[in-house]
T-cell receptor
Framework: GDKVKQSPSALSLQEGTNSALRCNFSIAATTVQWFLQNPRGSLMNLFYLVPGTKENGRLKSAFDSKESYSTLHIRDAQLEDSGTYFCAAEAGQGGRALIFGTGTTVSVSP | DPKIIQKPKYLVAVTGSEKILICEQYLGHNAMYWYRQSAKKPLEFMFSYSYQKLMDNQTASSRFQPQSSKKNHLDLQITALKPDDSATYFC????????????FGKGTRLTVV
């Protein structure tokens, strides 16, 4: 089954609204990264998290390793926030590959 | 300025042929990786290298062979290409293998006809 489940799979937002994306892990995730993949396919790093919370502008992310989930909050959505958001977890001892979630496709409209 | 350079950006290959995907990173990282993404699905891990040594291989097929001629290079040779190999191949790197942030190149989109 899916080791990293993302929800929702798709999200339509109006400019200026807020929303939250979530990843649930069935593996013992030790670190989490969030990426935004733009329509051209490039991956942009958003956050790198050991358990805890980080904020960058209108984005905020949290990772709770004990409860096995991570969240990404988008505040005041803008058109340029559109794309596919992936979370990716590293599990176990160091050196394990990133396991990617299924992605959330976000579409922001005026 | 892209710090992880992948060449070429796009590649069309004939079934049965062989291609090499190039990757160089200028971040001073010790670990490099290859991932594969098919049709906007999640990226799937293929290989990891640390200090030019293969550390993890999750690719079932021996048709995929990474090659590291320098610490900041990790090319991917694919032989006997099949249409199912069509995907975007991403190179990535991190300071060390494990528990450090991973950065990705822009990918090489391979189409096998």
């Amino acid at each position: 089954g899916d080791k990293v489940k993302q929800s929702p799979s798709a999200l339509s937002l109006q400019e200026g609204t807020n929303s939250a994306l979530r990843c649930n892990f069935s593996i013992a995730a030790t670190t989490v990264q969030w990426f935004l993949q733009n329509p051209r396919g490039s991956l942009m790093n958003l956050f790198y998290l050991v358990p805890g919370t980080k904020e960058n502008g209108r984005l905020k992310s949290a990772f709770d390793s004990k409860e096995s989930y991570s969240t990404l909050h988008i505040r005041d959505a803008q058109l340029e926030d559109s794309g596919t958001y992936f979370c990716a977890a590293e599990a176990g001892q160091g050196g394990r590959a990133l396991i990617f979630g299924t992605g959330t496709t976000v579409s922001v409209s005026p | 300025d892209p710090k992880i350079i992948q060449k070429p950006k796009y590649l069309v290959a004939v079934t049965g042929s062989e291609k090499i995907l190039i990757c160089e990173q200028y971040l001073g990282h010790n670990a490099m990786y290859w991932y594969r993404q098919s049709a906007k699905k999640p990226l799937e891990f293929m290989f990891s290298y640390s200090y030019q040594k293969l550390m993890d291989n999750q690719t079932a097929s021996s048709r995929f062979q990474p090659q590291s001629s320098k610490k900041n290079h990790l090319d991917l040779q694919i032989t006997a290409l099949k249409p199912d190999d069509s995907a975007t191949y991403f190179c990535a790197s991190s300071q060390d293998r494990g528990k450090t942030e991973v950065f990705f190149g822009k990918g090489t989109r391979l189409t096998v006809v």
